[in-house]
């Protein structure tokens, strides 16, 4: 009996139905996915712990498949296997050989790439995208860690994508956070789509970068499962206080065991007919040239048992005044101004103890976005989570976070979010729930210039506003621009509460308090800040400062505006519409940021509704400099209070008499 001729025997199966299920497609990955025979072999069928009847367990094992495009060998696996999926995970049924056939179909759950929302939950995150697998699986292990479990997390990256930065952002976040129950498994099969890797992504280059980082980097042939076998148990082994961090170098073959799909040229090509043929006759051909024979039982591990603990409920958060005197500001709310990153820290705070899965990342600005105030209180720093400077890898470790059942909040500067725009629609393709903190936005921070202002942050972000998960009804993103500290408190409050993406732009100046803490403020809402009748205003943040700035030189012209603070991207479009036609049917929209935000939503739906409207949008227009002051800034961009009074003043003079 060998276990070798018996891993053989199994990878030649999987082998031949990944060929078969991309053959039936049409497309996909089979020389990649034949790379992987032999670990996936190994992992699914004798080392994981895990229940393929229940995929979704909590202390299961769990397998990231960073190089997404190589799924049908995970695929042929399950349906042997006969691992269990569904869209409604309420009634899982066994994937079999004819449902796995159905890859890539419009009607199939079985995607392309890995998609956990489609209805395949043995994946926990979307991949596919390359370079973001193994900060997921950072996540994973942070989640299993905060909440008690022994279980492992494997990643699988290619060679190639292992050019991507953030894979070496996630080795550094590894090591950082001791986070051994990671197990990275680099597939070097030599290949990318086009060409060989460069040198520098050899197997014998990642290994010394792997060593280099302080890692047990473990080379194996992988093609071998014994070797196999004696890498991931020493990986098993690497709890060990004293024991380095354990990755797996595999040196496989692309297109393995059949020489016609091997070197150069055949990256996403999916053989049919005749050629399909051949393939599986050169695949049984292997077989019997390595004696493959299934002569040894191959057995899933059992897993852990669950830790025995009470799950927390979450708990109703203090109200803003309440948690300002609870942390000692009083005199921040007396003195009747307060930065809204500021309001936002003391939020981040107070939900932390309302909310027990709540976990605060940063990416080494915590000072800055204020959510040091998490880490600084006793009973929560365990559960804020430093980053540094690795947005990306931030962002994807919060996706596994969420994928793990927690509640992850991020913060960094909002100029900085924008690296992470990739990852961000990688955790909404997951299902994933990620609450995004953008500080320092728009262009009031004035002297630091325009390196650290995000301008077209509000436009990416609400285009996805206006779509939905199918799954869920809710939109991809929950756009929220809070104008002073209470705003700020209880709209990261709503956020919290929220089960969806939020992003949440705050501001570097002390602004004054508009709201009094007696308001409401929901996801999808606006506030009427005054009610004239003449002309709409629309502004949010810091805007609706400068359009109270204006109102002096407004009543100069007996212009009464109605103002509205629109902190939510997507808002109420009928109630929108009211208040326009109240107006004379017109609209100025406020804000500071590039185009495509807040005013072009409003344009949108106004064109929509087929009435009469003026609709004139004020953004940022140039690209803006250094200044000593947030005057300097608006004024030089044009969105002073004197350039509203202005615009204002022009629109209803073009009025008809």
């Known amino acids: 009996m060998s276990f070798d001729s018996t891993i053989h025997a199994k990878a030649v199966e999987i082998t031949k139905l990944a ?26 069928y004798q080392h994981m712990r895990y229940e393929p009847t229940n995929p979704l367990h909590p202390s299961a094992d769990r397998l990231v498949l960073s190089e997404g495009h190589a799924v049908p060998i995970i695929y042929a696996a399950c349906a042997d296997l006969g691992v269990h999926f569904s869209r409604d995970r309420n009634n899982l049924k066994p994937l079999t050989r004819d449902i796995a056939k159905t890859l890539r179909e419009i009607d199939s759950p079985i995607d392309g790439h890995p998609n956990p929302i489609e209805g395949f939950p043995f994946f926990d995150t979307a991949t596919g995208s390359l370079g973001q697998g193994l900060s997921s699986a950072a996540g994973l292990a942070l989640a299993a860690r905060l909440d008690g479990f022994d279980k492992r997390v494997f990643c699988i990256i290619g060679d190639g ?69 004696e890498a991931l148990a ?9 024991a380095a961090p354990v990755a797996i170098v595999a040196k496989t073959v692309k297109g393995w065991g059949a020489e016609s799909q ?44 669950r830790p025995n603990r009470e799950p927390k409920e979450p708990a109703k958060p203090l109200g803003f005044e309440q948690a300002m005197s609870r942390f000692g500001l009083e005199s921040s709310l007396a003195s009747g101004k307060f930065a809204t990153r500021k309001a936002y820290g003391v939020a981040l705070r107070a939900l932390g103890h309302a909310y027990p899965d709540l976990v605060a990342l940063d990416a080494d600005v915590n000072n800055s976005t204020f ?25 994807s470790v919060a996706a596994g976070l969420s994928a793990g059942g927690k509640t992850p909040f991020c913060s960094t500067f909002a100029k900085f979010v924008t690296r992470g725009y990739d990852q961000i629609e990688m955790a909404i393709n997951s299902g994933c729930q990620l609450k995004i903190a953008g500080s320092h936005a728009g ?6 210039g325009p390196s650290q202002m995000a301008l077209p942050d509000v436009a990416w972000f609400s285009s996805f506003a206006t779509m939905t998960h199918n799954s869920t009804g809710r939109p991809g993103f929950y756009v929220l621009t809070p104008s002073d500290a ?44 005054m009610e004239g009748g003449d002309i709409l205003i629309v502004a949010s943040g810091y805007m609706l400062h400068e359009v109270n700035r204006a109102l002096e030189a407004l009543d100069d012209h007996h212009i009464e505006p109605t103002i509205v603070d629109l902190y939510s991207l997507p808002y109420d479009e009928d109630a929108i519409l009211d208040l326009a036609n109240d107006c004379n049917g017109l609209v100025l929209t406020v804000e500071d940021n590039y185009g495509n935000g807040i005013g072009a939503h409003i344009a949108s739906t106004v064109a929509r509704s087929g009435d009469g ?45």
């Not at 060929?19 to 990955?29: D, W």
């Not at 600084?376 to 989570?385: C, E, H, N, S, Y």
Request: hydrophobic share 40%; with cysteine.
């Open 613 to 657: 409207f003026t609709v004139e949008q004020m953004y940022v227009k140039q690209i803006p400099k250094s200044g000593k002051s947030e005057a300097d800034l608006l004024k030089y961009c044009g969105l002073s209070s004197d350039d509203i009074a202005k615009q204002a003043i022009a629109m209803m003079d073009a009025l008809p008499v």
């Open 443 to 448: 262009i009031t921070l004035g002297a630091d």
């Open 19 to 44: 060929y078969e299920i991309t053959g039936s497609a049409g497309s996909g990955h089979p020389s990649t996915a034949a790379s992987l025979s032999h670990l996936v072999s190994v992992l699914m």
């Open 371 to 395: 959510s040091g105030q998490f880490l600084k209180d006793d009973q929560l720093a365990d559960r804020f989570v430093e980053c540094r400077i690795a947005e990306q890898n931030m962002f």
């Open 486 to 529: 209470y705003s700020a408190y209880a709209l990261t409050c709503a956020a919290a509460e929220h089960n969806g993406s939020v992003y949440i732009r705050t501001l570097r100046p002390e602004t004054e308090f508009l709201y009094t803490g007696e308001e409401q403020f929901t996801l999808g809402g606006h506030n009427v800040l």
């Open 161 to 229: 994508e292992s050019r991507e930065g953030q894979i070496w952002e996630a080795v550094d976040f590894i090591k950082d956070h001791d986070l051994k129950a990671v197990c990275p498994i680099f597939n070097c099969n030599a290949f990318a789509q086009t060409q060989e890797v460069s040198p520098q992504q050899s197997w014998e280059v990642t290994a010394k970068k792997l060593e280099a980082a302080g890692f047990n980097a473990i080379v194996v042939d992988g093609h071998k499962g014994s070797a196999i076998a």
């Open 262 to 305: 091997q070197g150069n040229g055949h990256h996403g090509q999916s053989p049919k007919g005749d050629t399909l043929a051949g393939v599986l006759e050169e695949l049984d051909q292997t077989a019997v040239q390595l004696g493959a024979i299934a002569d040894t039982p191959l057995k899933i591990a059992l897993m852990s048992p």
């Open 234 to 242: 020493e990986h098993a082994k690497s709890v060990d206080p004293s």
